[in-house]
């Protein structure tokens, strides 16, 4: 209790002082930093990163300071706003498929982000971020967005409790001081569409206080037999740019209705999907999620002198929903007869306050040249999930003979399995130099000591299956040598930790998941406009929670480890005059090494190998366009397994997209046509599993006709 009471009152005092003052934040424009590590403006995480088109040129994701994308001793990769724009990006899932290393994990029949980076993750590992916060948010990527970062490998030093695969950050879009406009209009071949509209300038004319809304609505039919997708987003934001202080307002609303959706069935038998069309569902009409989103957030930052900045940053976020769902529970291969059973979640909260304080600021000491961050954060976390449902099973469905409505709406709560309950509360400090050391060497490290108290059950009446508190020293180290201005060699290493949880069975206080992490890589960019990182790492993960059976009882162990090693090549930017790309591949060996059934198995929804490739040509005026651009490429995930137990694999995949964008003036008005076909090749393909029952199916060919006009 006292470490957490000295952790509480540091991190209050750095808060308050960072509150005192605030900050400028200027976004400068890119230049070569040479050797030298150059402290930028500061606002939220994630803020000074600026992009030159499709390449990314620095990054405060990494470090806590915005820093030259070669300067940095971990792999970052960015996928920035036109990447997205040309893609017609409408989910992270799209907009991720650019980075290496990322497959698709259990989304929770395709209701929530959840990515395998570098073989690990889940659907509430808590590693994709809004600015650099936590966030409540089911699915982080909105209309809001600007554009998509990601630190590969451990980032718990920065960021507190994470997977050793690296984290997600979705970058807001701010409002700015230039007066601009688009709206843009679009629609689907699967039926339906949407619009948007983005607005930003200053309040009043040469007024340093700016404004920003964006608003977005999405009605479209579901892909498959039946189903709808029904989003609506306003997302207001106000930002006041001072001589030397920033302030930042935002809040953002997202009501949604989307199909709970487990996909397909495998056969383990033959190892392949059940020999019926892609479009018919399993479960029923009602399988729906229904819910909302607030996030409410505030940044201040305030450039004390040329050499200190510091920065507070709160955010706030709450989600609400509720599902119905037809369950999968067994399949009869013999007679083509499912068991399923009426299952749902009522009335689930997640509320989740995220604040951090940095001061960061450069010395010079003993005759080097120290870039300093010193911080702390706290974090509270609180699930309830009221009433469980769970329905009789019924077997009067059959897959070759489908009809619905034979299992209706269950309203059976079940009080064993209602109330479950998860809270997570962690306060820290921590601090970081990066030194360089001559006019090549820049040798970096950091220091975090993590507190958590978690508190996890269920129940009515209540039982209590986890509740532990304790603390944990998280640190990081690394070395960049510039070979040259344009090009850096790099080695790390790194700690990551995670609490293990339990809301359905008894843990008490075992330890928490600990990774280990050696990185190796190199960094070029190129003077036309290419910035390339490639590395090879070395992941371990030990304390892994597992189960066993001991004289007919379930036992809960932390004795498990798992690895994963390989090697990742991120590229994006211009490679000739008016020709743009962004590409990846990464080869990835991931498995269990310590457990008593899985030692062996392959980790699941992990591909061995993954790789992409995106290529946009501008054509310049054509037929009295202002300009054409054209562009496509292909995705591709290797074969992964369905399920922990190895029963099952998902084949490997290639799927190829396409664009077409023709800006021109309507009456002397931008105005931008553009058609992206996704899926040309209409290839059925699988993205990820929980179990032989439930194997999400991508999306088939799809057209999507948008109108976009600026003012």
């Known amino acids: 209790m006292e470490s ?31 050797t030298a590590l150059e402290l930028g403006p500061i606002t939220l995480i994630g803020q000074g990163a600026p992009t030159v088109g499709y390449q990314p040129k620095r990054t405060s994701l990494a470090t806590g300071t915005d820093t030259p994308l070669l300067d940095v001793p971990q792999a970052v990769s960015v996928v920035a706003a036109p990447v997205l724009k040309d893609q017609a990006a409408r989910t992270l899932d799209e907009a991720l498929a650019n980075v290496s290393g990322i497959t698709q994990g259990n989304t929770l029949g395709g209701t929530q982000d959840a990515f395998m980076k570098r073989g690990f993750g889940d659907n509430r590992d808590g590693s994709t971020m809004r600015d650099g916060l936590r966030t409540a948010m089911p699915r982080s990527f909105t209309a809001g967005a600007d554009r998509v970062e990601v630190l590969k490998g451990p980032a718990s030093m920065l960021y507190g409790i994470l997977d ?57 039919a579901y892909w498959r037999n039946f189903g709808r997708i029904r989003q609506k987003t306003v997302a207001p934001s106000l930002a006041w740019y001072g001589e030397d202080t920033t302030v930042t307002l935002g809040y953002e609303y997202t ?7 487990r996909g397909t069935i495998f056969d383990t ?48 976020s709450h989600n609400w929903y509720k599902d119905d769902q037809a369950r999968v529970t067994a399949y009869n291969a013999r007679t ?60 009067a469905f059959n897959i070759y003979r489908p009809v619905y409505g034979r299992l209706p709406v269950s309203r059976n709560v079940v009080a064993t399995d209602s109330d479950q309950t998860e809270r997570l509360e962690t306060s820290s400090v921590y601090a ?54 344009d090009a850096s060699v790099y080695a790390s290493w790194s700690q990551s930790f995670r609490p293990n949880s339990s809301i359905s069975s008894y843990l008490g206080a075992l330890p928490p998941e600990e990774g280990d992490a050696y990185e190796v890589g190199a960094k070029v960019e190129l003077a036309r406009g290419l910035t390339a990182t490639a590395a090879l790492f070395d992941l371990r993960k030990r304390n892994v929670l597992y189960s066993e059976v001991v004289n007919g009882l379930t036992v809960n162990r932390t004795a ?56 946009t040509h501008d054509l310049g005026p054509v037929l009295g366009s202002t300009a054409l651009r054209v562009g496509g490429g292909a995705r591709y995930a290797g074969k992964r397994a ?6 099952f694999y998902l084949p490997s995949y290639v799927v190829a997209d396409a664009f077409a964008a023709y800006d021109t003036d309507v009456h002397g008005t931008p105005v931008t046509f553009q058609v992206n076909v996704k899926n040309i090749f209409d290839k059925t393909y699988y993205t990820s599993a929980v179990n032989n029952l439930g194997v999400a199916i991508g999306e088939p060919l799809q057209a999507v006709f948008q109108t976009r006009v600026s003012f």
């Open 4 to 34: 957490r009471k000295l952790i509480a009152c540091i991190a209050c005092a750095t808060i308050a002082s960072a509150g005192a003052v605030t900050a400028h934040a200027e976004e400068t424009a890119p230049e070569k930093s040479g």
């Open 164 to 220: 050793p695969g690296g984290m997600v950050n979705v970058v807001s879009k701010m409002p700015e001081l230039t007066q601009r406009g688009e709206a843009q209009a679009w629609g689907s071949s699967f039926g339906g569409g949407g619009g948007q509209l983005d607005v930003t300038g200053p309040l009043t004319a040469g007024s340093n206080l700016a404004y920003r809304f964006v608003g977005d609505i999405q009605d479209t």
């Open 336 to 395: 083509g007869v499912l068991t399923r059973r009426a299952d749902a979640t009522q009335d689930s909260n997640v509320d989740v306050h995220a604040v951090r304080a940095d001061l960061a600021g450069k010395v010079t000491f003993a005759g080097l040249r120290h870039q300093l961050l010193f911080g702390a954060s706290y974090d509270y976390s609180d699930t309830l999930r009221t009433d469980l449902i769970r329905g009789p099973t019924s077997t």
């Open 560 to 615: 498990g480890a798992v690895r994963s090693r390989g090697f990742e090549l991120d590229v994006a930017g211009e490679v000739a005059p008016g020709w743009s790309i962004i590409g990846s591949y990464s080869l990835l060996d991931a498995q269990v090494t310590k457990d008593p059934l899985y030692q062996g198995n392959r980790l699941a929804n992990v591909a061995r190998s993954t790789a992409s490739l995106f290529v």
């Open 432 to 485: 970081q130099d990066s030194v360089e050391l001559g006019d090549r060497w820049i040798v970096l490290g950091g220091l975090r000591y993590q507190y958590y108290d978690q508190y996890a059950g269920r129940g009515r009446p209540f039982r209590a299956n986890t509740d532990v508190q304790d603390g944990k020293l998280v640190p990081r180290a690394g070395v960049v040598y510039k070979v040259t201005p």
């Open 642 to 647: 369905g399920d922990a137990a190895n029963s």
């Open 255 to 261: 009501r949604y209705q989307v199909p709970f959706d």
């Open 269 to 316: 038998a033959t190892g392949k999907a059940l020999p019926v069309s892609r479009r018919e569902r399993f479960d029923e009409p009602y399988n729906v999620t229904s819910g909302f989103t607030h996030l409410a957030r505030i940044g201040i930052s305030h450039k004390i002198d040329s050499d200190w900045t510091v920065s507070a940053n709160y955010a706030y």
